[in-house]
Every structure is written in C-alpha cells, then in structure tokens.
C-alpha cells in the first residue's frame, strides 16, 4: 500500500469516527444548541466588544448565508444581540448575552465532562498524543483553509 494511499484511508476514517462523535453523545449533549450555535457562542464569548457576522463567518470558515442562520437562531433563543456598529452604521455588531453565556458555560460543563470520562478510559498519555495530533492537523488545515 502506498503512502498516499495510507493516508486517504486514514483520513476516511478520521472524517467517519468525527461525524460518528459528533453525531453521537456530544451532539445529544447540546440538546437545544446545535454545533454551529455552540461554535458561534463560543466565538462571541472571546470577544469583549460585538463582532459583525463577517468576522463570525471568517472565524468558523463558514458561509455569510450560514451564519445569518445561525444568528437569526440565536436571536430568537435570546442568546444574542445584535447592533448597529459604532464603525460602519451599514453592518450590525453581534453580542453574546448574559443568557446566551450561561447557555453556553452549561453546554461546554457537559461537553468537558463526557470528553473527561472519554479520556480518563484512555489514559494520559494516549490523550496526550491524540489531543497534540488533531492540534497538528488544526495548524496544517489552516493553511488549506485561506486558500481559494
């Protein structure tokens, strides 16, 4: 087997174990808060003044379309604001609220707690090698994501 080869079987099984994780236990787990929800949350929380949802979409590497989706969720759950921007009065500026934070802090409590337990059954050192790896795979996609 070739070495490229190895590596697309690797990376199929890489795509497959991650949708089966988040399709499993840590997506029940966000019960009333998708994936993206949390992921939008999670960038608003880092932010100490309000975002546009152009820096939200940069962030995520999502599309503007996705993102709208998302806020407009969000709105609705009370979980965000959205302003006019002190810069440019033709965008909005985003904010997290006070509920949307505790949303937010309750979901990643649960989250940490199943990733915990799912790491404690592998042992530091097995944890210590996976989390180091998908941080390589991390730096290495960002240069395939800032490509067009």
Do not use: H
């Given at each position: ?13 890489l795509v497959d174990t991650m949708a089966r994780l988040m399709g499993g236990r840590m997506e029940r787990l966000m019960i009333s ?93 097995e944890a210590r090698v996976f989390n180091d790896t998908l941080s390589r795979v991390l730096t290495v996609s960002a240069k395939f994501?800032?490509?067009?």
């Open positions: 087997m070739t070495k490229e080869t190895e590596i697309r079987k690797e990376a199929d099984r808060l998708s994936q993206g929800e949390f992921g939008a949350l999670r960038v608003l929380s880092q932010q100490d003044e309000g975002v546009t949802s152009s820096a939200i979409s940069r962030e995520m590497s999502i599309g503007p379309g996705g993102v709208a989706n998302l806020l407009k969720s969000l709105e609705k759950k009370d979980y965000i604001v959205k302003e006019t921007s002190s810069e440019d009065r033709r965008a909005n500026s985003v904010r997290i609220t006070a509920e949307g934070r505790a949303k937010l802090e309750e979901r990643s409590d649960q989250v940490r707690e199943y990733v915990l337990a799912c790491l404690r059954e592998i042992g530091p050192d994501s800032s490509e067009p």
